[in-house]
């Protein structure tokens, strides 16, 4: 069943911007994409899969920005995106969820919102070049391993 909002794409530009009414993106959806280097993302929005599937592996993927808070606590997962540098965070984001950028080898940037809470189990495993910014321990409630 189609939504009156799923898009029919033919994703093949380098800066791609998730609109702001989209709330779910299916499995699979980007995963492979080979053209995509920066992902906006303008809603607060969650992956269809449990665990999420749908952004990962992207080929050229170097900058993901979340525009607005995202509180799904397992929300997209960015998983083997080997070449994802940076993630910029939206202030009211309040998790980071399981393996979301676990295998990202070239993350060298993330910053910390001041409403973080919770960093899930292996958000970050495989991140060797991850310096993780400077953040009041007494914000976050909850780091898993």
């Given at each position: 069943?189609?939504?009156?909002?799923?898009?029919?794409?033919?994703?093949?530009?380098?800066?791609?911007?998730?609109?702001?009414?989209?709330?779910?993106?299916?499995?699979?959806?980007?995963?492979?994409?080979?053209?995509?280097?920066?992902?906006?993302?303008?809603?607060?929005?969650?992956?269809?899969?449990?665990?999420?599937?749908?952004?990962?592996?992207?080929?050229?993927?170097?900058?993901?920005?979340?525009?607005?808070?995202?509180?799904?606590?397992?929300?997209?997962?960015?998983?083997?995106?080997?070449?994802?540098?940076?993630?910029?965070?939206?202030?009211?984001?309040?998790?980071?969820?399981?393996?979301?950028?676990a295998g990202c080898k070239n993350l060298t940037t993330i910053n910390f919102p001041d409403?973080?809470?919770?960093?899930?189990?292996?958000?970050?495993?495989?991140?060797?070049?991850?310096?993780?910014?400077?953040?009041?321990?007494?914000?976050?409630?909850?780091?898993?391993?």
């Open positions: 069943m189609k939504s009156k909002y799923q898009l029919k794409l033919s994703i093949n530009e380098a800066l791609f911007n998730i609109p702001k009414k989209v709330r779910r993106i299916d499995d699979v959806a980007f995963d492979g994409n080979c053209y995509i280097e920066k992902l906006i993302i303008n809603s607060d929005i969650y992956d269809s899969e449990d665990p999420g599937g749908s952004c990962e592996n992207m080929k050229r993927l170097r900058t993901v920005e979340f525009k607005t808070p995202q509180t799904y606590e397992d929300g997209l997962c960015f998983a083997g995106c080997k070449k994802l540098e940076k993630v910029v965070l939206a202030e009211g984001t309040k998790s980071i969820g399981y393996m979301q950028f409403s973080l809470e919770m960093i899930a189990g292996n958000a970050f495993e495989g991140c060797n070049k991850l310096v993780l910014p400077e953040f009041e321990e007494s914000k976050i409630r909850e780091i898993k391993y």
